[in-house]
């Protein structure tokens, strides 16, 4: 508790967005700053008394990729410092013991390296394969509070800090009918602390469990809740899923048992694809090669994604400016690019572009009776004001191995680019003082 001080508090208030969603209590950032100490200074006394409790959180439905809705909990600004705080420790306290092929909601960890280890484990045992995919019933709604509080107790020994955090898992959330409930499970959906909460129970739940009974027979990938298993023969995947179920059920926890499923995934005899994070690996030739194992997006995910993109142009075309439009458009496109954007993946790429420059021609042409543009004008405006192209060749992600993915994802220098770099630089910047 003694890290949940004044200094770590207006850090922690510093690192929030402040143009997300406000609470019930419609405080934002800049509101709660106008008297930043004052604030700070209360809640630290009320941290430290014992009396601090979290407010309930706003329940916003969201839709899902898959279909459906998703809850999440939009808490106030003011427990949002103390989960973003109480994350970071946790976080301090639990990062050095992860497995190194748990890939999500980590520092220096992306879903690109996921799939690259994915990639290269499949590839490896390619001769004799069965993957075993896991899908989670509601997982960050069913994980059982007891059996979580049990298990930080291992690692966690203030009586104080825990009683913290047993409150921000049992906050109550507003509906958004209007109804007030307690959260009986679960680790609520928008929470900052909701991520390294979630890492730590399936460590223990999953990784740890993994390691000490079954990696000798097989290899996994975990990134979040979705997990993918490695073995060299069906036997083996068969009893690996049976004894997965009944672990799950430790922590009030069910495996959705449509999504969860044995895949024999030989090159020579493949029996279906592989899904994980929106991609599927599957089995194609390539010239002089022959049987080489092939990444793209799911077919469903992509036709989700240039229907969310007709969608959005066929709600707006009417409310901003063309240039506006064209500036959000090209937002839309470079994000799926900078995600989808990985090897053997250029057709699925290339058509979702030309499906939305074709969905701008034709809602643009739909603003008015009169059309805006004819194929040669809007051609022409291309050619001004390009949008976003695919990523070809050298620009692709290689997720042939999780290195690869992780060599794309090195940050960037903050230095500007004068041209010299290391010793070289700092002698000029020697000479120019002197």
């Given at each position: 508790?003694?890290?949940?001080?004044?200094?770590?508090?207006?850090?922690?208030?510093?690192?929030?967005?402040?143009?997300?969603?406000?609470?019930?209590?419609?405080?934002?950032?800049?509101?709660?700053?106008?008297?930043?100490?004052?604030?700070?200074?209360?809640?630290?006394?009320?941290?430290?008394?014992?009396?601090?409790?979290?407010?309930?959180?706003?329940?916003?439905?969201?839709?899902?990729?898959?279909?459906?809705?998703?809850?999440?909990?939009?808490?106030?600004?003011?427990?949002?410092?103390?989960?973003?705080?109480?994350?970071?420790?946790?976080?301090?306290?639990?990062?050095?013991?992860?497995?190194?092929?748990?890939?999500?909601?980590?520092?220096?960890?992306?879903?690109?390296?996921?799939?690259?280890?994915?990639?290269?484990?499949?590839?490896?045992?390619?001769?004799?394969?069965?993957?075993?995919?896991?899908?989670?019933?509601?997982?960050?709604?069913?994980?059982?509070?007891?059996?979580?509080?049990?298990?930080?107790?291992?690692?966690?020994?203030?009586?104080?800090?825990?009683?913290?955090?047993?409150?921000?898992?049992?906050?109550?959330?507003?509906?958004?009918?209007?109804?007030?409930?307690?959260?009986?499970?679960?680790?609520?959906?928008?929470?900052?602390?909701?991520?390294?909460?979630?890492?730590?129970?399936?460590?223990?739940?999953?990784?740890?469990?993994?390691?000490?009974?079954?990696?000798?027979?097989?290899?996994?990938?975990?990134?979040?809740?979705?997990?993918?298993?490695?073995?060299?023969?069906?036997?083996?995947?068969?009893?690996?899923?049976?004894?997965?179920?009944?672990?799950?059920?430790?922590?009030?926890?069910?495996?959705?048992?449509?999504?969860?499923?044995?895949?024999?995934?030989?090159?020579?005899?493949?029996?279906?694809?592989?899904?994980?994070?929106?991609?599927?690996?599957?089995?194609?030739?390539?010239?002089?090669?022959?049987?080489?194992?092939?990444?793209?997006?799911?077919?469903?995910?992509?036709?989700?994604?240039?229907?969310s993109f007709t969608e959005w142009i066929k709600a707006i075309r009417n409310r901003k400016t063309l240039a506006a439009i064209w500036s959000e458009a090209a937002a839309k496109m470079r994000g799926h690019f900078r995600y989808y954007g990985v090897m053997c993946n250029e057709a699925k790429l290339s058509h979702f572009h030309w499906s939305c420059v074709g969905a701008l021609y034709r809602w643009l042409n739909r603003r008015s009776q009169k059309r805006s543009f004819t194929w040669e004008q809007f051609q022409q405006r291309l050619r001004f004001s390009p949008l976003p192209h695919p990523p070809r060749g050298p620009e692709l992600?290689?997720?042939?191995?999780?290195?690869?993915?992780?060599?794309?994802?090195?940050?960037?220098?903050?230095?500007?680019?004068?041209?010299?770099?290391?010793?070289?630089?700092?002698?000029?910047?020697?000479?120019?003082?002197?």
């Amino acid at each position: 508790m003694h890290h949940l001080n004044g200094p770590n508090l207006r850090r922690a208030f510093r690192a929030l967005d402040g143009s997300k969603a406000s609470g019930i209590d419609r405080v934002t950032k800049n509101d709660y700053q106008q008297n930043l100490d004052q604030n700070l200074q209360a809640l630290e006394t009320a941290l430290r008394g014992g009396g601090w409790r979290p407010k309930p959180a706003r329940e916003v439905l969201i839709p899902k990729p898959q279909g459906g809705m998703r809850p999440l909990a939009i808490g106030c600004l003011e427990d949002k410092i103390v989960q973003t705080l109480v994350a970071r420790i946790l976080e301090a306290v639990y990062e050095p013991t992860f497995h190194r092929h748990s890939y999500g909601f980590r520092r220096g960890k992306s879903a690109h390296q996921a799939l690259g280890r994915a990639y290269e484990t499949i590839g490896r045992r390619k001769q004799r394969c069965v993957v075993v995919e896991m899908d989670i019933e509601k997982f960050f709604d069913s994980v059982n509070h007891d059996w979580l509080l049990r298990t930080l107790e291992t690692r966690i020994g203030d009586p104080h800090f825990l009683r913290l955090l047993a409150r921000m898992l049992r906050c109550s959330t507003l509906h958004a009918d209007g109804a007030m409930a307690d959260k009986l499970s679960g680790t609520p959906q928008g929470s900052p602390a909701s991520p390294i909460l979630a890492n730590v129970c399936l460590h223990v739940l999953l990784d740890q469990w993994f390691q000490e009974h079954w990696s000798q027979q097989g290899e996994f990938i975990r990134y979040a809740d979705d997990a993918v298993f490695v073995f060299s023969d069906e036997e083996t995947a068969r009893a690996f899923q049976l004894s997965l179920i009944a672990r799950m059920a430790e922590a009030g926890l069910s495996l959705n048992l449509e999504k969860t499923r044995i895949v024999p995934f030989s090159a020579a005899a493949p029996k279906g694809t592989i899904t994980l994070l929106g991609f599927e690996l599957y089995w194609g030739t390539k010239r002089g090669v022959g049987k080489q194992l092939k990444v793209k997006t799911i077919p469903k995910r992509l036709a989700r994604a240039v229907q969310s993109f007709t969608e959005w142009i066929k709600a707006i075309r009417n409310r901003k400016t063309l240039a506006a439009i064209w500036s959000e458009a090209a937002a839309k496109m470079r994000g799926h690019f900078r995600y989808y954007g990985v090897m053997c993946n250029e057709a699925k790429l290339s058509h979702f572009h030309w499906s939305c420059v074709g969905a701008l021609y034709r809602w643009l042409n739909r603003r008015s009776q009169k059309r805006s543009f004819t194929w040669e004008q809007f051609q022409q405006r291309l050619r001004f004001s390009p949008l976003p192209h695919p990523p070809r060749g050298p620009e692709l992600v290689d997720v042939s191995s999780e290195h690869g993915a992780a060599r794309n994802h090195k940050p960037k220098s903050r230095m500007p680019k004068s041209g010299t770099y290391g010793s070289v630089r700092s002698a000029s910047f020697t000479l120019a003082f002197t």
